[in-house]
Every structure is written in C-alpha cells, then in structure tokens.
C-alpha cells in the first residue's frame, strides 16, 4: 500500500519549485488544482492532481482514451497509462507510439509536457491529429516514477531515483533508490570506465543501477507493456500489425534529442542509423516552426550511458523510433510559466514524429533486436563482441587505488577529483547540465 500523502491545503502561493532551496518539508503546501481542464498547465500539479487530470480526460473522453493500470510502484502506487486512439478500426493492429516522462523525479517539466501531449491529443480537433488517432495507438505513462515524485514535492525537490529500499543496498542507512534510466535490460551495467563503473554500483551515487537488470517496478511495468504488443504479433521472424512504431522518453535539461546507442555514444549502422538522424532532423524542423529552438541531436550529445531505455527499446524490440528528449531550461526547477510553451513545442514534435513514421515506415529494425536474422543481434551481444566490459579485477583495482588515494592524497585534491568527475557525466549533475546548455 502507498503511503499517506502529506495533506496539501489552499493557502498562499507554493514556493516549492526551487533548486536552490530543495527541502521542501518546512514549505507551505501547494494550492491543489480547481479541476478545470483549462487552468492544469498553468503551475506544476501534485500527483494526486496529475491522477485527477488523467481520470477527468478518460470521463469526458471515453471514446478516445482508456486508461490501464500496468503496474504497480515499489511503494504500490498505480502505475497508469492513457491509451490514444480514434475508435476506428481495429486498435489492436494500430502501430503504438509510446511516450514517457518522469522517469527521474526531479525534471517536474518532463511529467508536465507528456500530460500536455496526452491533453492536445483528445482535445486538438484538427484534421492532422485526428488523421493521427485513426493511424496510430498512442500510449503514455507518466510520471514513471510516482514514489520519486512524491518525494520531491514533499521532502526533496532535488531527489532523482527511484524510492526502492533494499536493506542490502541503502546509503549511509537511509532509502537509496536507483536510477530507473540505468536499469534497462540491454547493455545493463555495461561500461569501460573504470570510474563510473564504481558510480553504477554505488548505491548513493545518482546513477545507481540497480542489484539487477528490471529490479524496478516501474521500468518492469514499461518493459512489459511494450514487450507484449511487439510481440504479441510476431509471427515467422517478422513484425505484424500492432508492433510499437516509437519509444520517446522525455527529460530535463539540455535541449537534446539523444537517439541510440546511448552506451556508445555511437550512431547504429545504416539504414538505422539515417533513419535515426533524418527521424532527428525532421522533429528539429518542426521544433523550430513551434518555438525558435533547434536541439543537440545524435548519440554523442552526451557521454556513454548504459542500462536507458531507447538502447533496451532500439537493442531487444528493434524500434527504430526511439530517443530520449532532453527538454529545455537551466535548471531542473524550470519556471511553471513556461509549461505550456515547452508543451505546445513538445506536441509539434509527435506530430512530425507520426508523419515521419507514416513516409517512412515504423516497422521494427531488420538488423537489430528479436526480428534480425537469428534473432540475436541485441546491444547485448553487440557489447560482447565489440565493447568488453570493465573485469572484476579492474574493479577491485580500481577500488584500492581509491583507498590509497584516500589515504595519501589531501582532502582538497579528493574534491577536486570528484568535482572533474562530476562535470564530464553531464546528464545527471547539474551544473555539467548548464554547461551543456
């Protein structure tokens, strides 16, 4: 059972949303939501309100939306999602876009631009995006991960992980959580740096994997739902209708569209990786017709990662589709203000994301995942051939240099080792985040 919720009364304007001042327990509760669809977007919403929202749209929608509860979060939150679709034609065939955000808690303005896409999606009445419902079943699960974004509403506006609490893996005794974006099954834990080898392991460290691949409720629910439809219709090596077309997981901060290899930073070969790119350079234009901006684009914007979910999404079910959108601002405490300009620019993107699918097919790759030759050719086997992981030897040595340097180095030299560290994982410090702006 979920925990009870702090009581969140009217009272004065909330304050919460501040990177600076992250301890959110000595806050005025936030002014819960009137319950008017027009009036959502203009502050960030509890997670109470964000259930309230979903739920108002399935009610006055019924022809276009069901909700499905996949899942459930460690601490037994449900876990939600919104099937999109125009009830023409047989929705079990319609290829599926899939579209998440809030995997990581603290990037409240990635929970808020999937709930903006989900709104436009049923209450846009034009002929593109009614076209788009009659084509495609759009799915979207936000936030990923509730129990995080509870915390940070409620205790840390900064917390980014997963609430999970393991008594083998805490952090100085207290709830470590993990980092859902690096608990993916393909390429999980996969990398040749000694360094950040320690980080994933480390159960304080933001990038904590995880003891195992899928450890999580949540990237299990998200996993499944997406592995059922993929294949649910495969049938002699090939993809059938109703196969996932897209997989896109929003974020915050940087401006970047990051499609695979992520573990890399290395495009696929072609014909995937052009399809990637054009797909890439398609949605920028739109962008850039929405809002002014154009984002960083391609596999090397960021430094390898292992464990996401595109590479899990491109690698195992071949959904050439897939990115993660690192949404803008410079800071993860984007002003609330902008919530309907991000959005706005966000839904111009899935638009030209369902047209560039339609010109040019979403079938899954024929080179990479379940429906390759053989079906072996998985990130997995693609990193056991290519990219050896880190040995445990490695690691142990690693881990007594570290003793000895704590021993031997100066407390100053330390802190300015990490820092260095720190600022080349731009992804998940913030700072680093800024710099990359």
Same mark, same amino acid.
């Given at each position: 059972?979920?925990?009870?919720?702090?009581?969140?009364?009217?009272?004065?304007?909330?304050?919460?949303?501040?990177?600076?001042?992250?301890?959110?327990?000595?806050?005025?509760?936030?002014?819960?939501?009137?319950?008017?669809?027009?009036?959502?977007?203009?502050?960030?919403?509890?997670?109470?309100?964000?259930?309230?929202?979903?739920?108002?749209?399935?009610?006055?929608?019924?022809?276009?939306?069901?909700?499905?509860?996949?899942?459930?979060?460690?601490?037994?939150?449900?876990?939600?999602?919104?099937?999109?679709?125009?009830?023409?034609?047989?929705? *079990?065939?319609?290829?599926?876009?899939?579209?998440?955000?809030?995997?990581?808690?603290?990037?409240?303005?990635?929970?808020?631009?999937?709930?903006?896409?989900?709104?436009?999606?049923?209450?846009?009445?034009?002929?593109?995006?009614?076209?788009?419902?009659?084509?495609?079943?759009?799915?979207?699960?936000?936030?990923?991960?509730?129990?995080?974004?509870?915390?940070?509403?409620?205790?840390?506006?900064?917390?980014?992980?997963?609430?999970?609490?393991?008594?083998?893996?805490?952090?100085?005794?207290?709830?470590?959580?993990?980092?859902?974006?690096?608990?993916?099954?393909?390429?999980?834990?996969?990398?040749?740096?000694?360094?950040?080898?320690?980080?994933?392991?480390?159960?304080?460290?933001?990038?904590?994997?995880?003891?195992? *691949?899928?450890?999580?409720?949540?990237?299990?629910?998200?996993?499944?739902?997406?592995?059922?439809?993929?294949?649910?219709?495969?049938?002699?090596?090939?993809?059938?209708?109703?196969?996932?077309?897209?997989?896109?997981?929003?974020?915050?901060?940087?401006?970047?569209?990051?499609?695979?290899?992520?573990?890399?930073?290395?495009?696929?070969?072609?014909?995937?990786?052009?399809?990637?790119?054009?797909?890439?350079?398609?949605?920028?234009?739109?962008?850039?017709?929405?809002?002014?901006?154009?984002?960083?684009?391609?596999?090397?914007?960021?430094?390898?990662?292992?464990?996401?979910?595109?590479?899990?999404?491109?690698?195992?079910?071949?959904?050439?589709?897939?990115?993660?959108?690192?949404?803008?601002?410079?800071?993860?405490?984007?002003?609330?203000?902008?919530?309907?300009?991000?959005?706005?620019?966000?839904?111009?993107?899935?638009?030209?994301?369902?047209?560039?699918?339609?010109?040019?097919?979403?079938?899954?790759?024929?080179?990479?995942?379940?429906?390759?030759?053989?079906?072996?050719?998985?990130?997995?086997?693609?990193?056991?051939?290519?990219?050896?992981?880190?040995?445990?030897?490695?690691?142990?040595?690693?881990?007594?240099?570290?003793?000895?340097?704590?021993?031997?180095?100066?407390?100053?030299?330390?802190?300015?080792?990490?820092?260095?560290?720190?600022?080349?994982?731009?992804?998940?410090?913030?700072?680093?985040?800024?710099?990359?702006?």
């Amino acid at each position: 059972m979920a925990p009870r919720a702090r009581q969140l009364f009217a009272t004065t304007p909330w304050i919460g949303n501040n990177c600076n001042l992250p301890n959110q327990e000595t806050k005025p509760p936030p002014t819960p939501w009137s319950g008017q669809l027009t009036e959502f977007f203009q502050d960030y919403r509890t997670l109470d309100d964000i259930h309230r929202y979903i739920d108002l749209l399935a009610q006055q929608h019924p022809n276009l939306v069901t909700l499905r509860e996949i899942g459930r979060s460690w601490q037994g939150r449900p876990l939600k999602v919104l099937e999109i679709t125009s009830p023409s034609g047989n929705v *079990a065939e319609k290829p599926c876009i899939f579209l998440e955000g809030g995997i990581h808690s603290r990037e409240w303005i990635a929970t808020s631009t999937v709930l903006y896409i989900a709104g436009s999606l049923v209450q846009d009445a034009s002929a593109d995006v009614q076209s788009m419902l009659q084509h495609f079943l759009f799915t979207l699960l936000v936030p990923v991960n509730p129990d995080g974004y509870v915390y940070s509403w409620e205790v840390n506006r900064m917390w980014r992980k997963t609430r999970s609490n393991r008594s083998n893996y805490l952090c100085h005794g207290a709830v470590a959580g993990v980092d859902a974006n690096r608990n993916w099954g393909v390429t999980f834990g996969q990398t040749n740096s000694a360094p950040y080898e320690l980080e994933l392991h480390n159960p304080c460290s933001e990038v904590f994997i995880g003891p195992e *691949a899928f450890s999580e409720p949540e990237t299990k629910a998200a996993s499944e739902y997406m592995k059922e439809k993929q294949q649910n219709w495969r049938s002699n090596s090939k993809a059938g209708a109703g196969y996932v077309a897209a997989f896109i997981d929003y974020h915050s901060y940087a401006e970047a569209m990051l499609p695979p290899w992520a573990y890399t930073a290395e495009t696929p070969a072609d014909p995937d990786g052009s399809y990637q790119t054009s797909l890439t350079s398609f949605i920028n234009e739109a962008f850039y017709n929405t809002s002014g901006r154009t984002f960083n684009a391609g596999a090397d914007v960021f430094p390898p990662d292992p464990g996401t979910g595109p590479d899990w999404a491109y690698g195992l079910l071949g959904i050439r589709a897939t990115m993660t959108i690192e949404l803008e601002g410079h800071s993860f405490c984007l002003p609330a203000t902008q919530i309907q300009n991000v959005g706005k620019e966000q839904f111009a993107g899935v638009k030209a994301l369902a047209a560039f699918i339609r010109q040019h097919g979403g079938e899954p790759s024929a080179q990479v995942g379940i429906f390759a030759p053989g079906n072996g050719s998985t990130a997995r086997d693609l990193v056991a051939a290519n990219h050896q992981p880190v040995s445990r030897g490695w690691l142990i040595a690693a881990v007594a240099g570290s003793v000895i340097l704590v021993v031997f180095a100066s407390l100053v030299a330390m802190r300015s080792w990490f820092n260095w560290f720190s600022t080349s994982r731009r992804d998940y410090h913030l700072e680093s985040a800024i710099e990359l702006e």
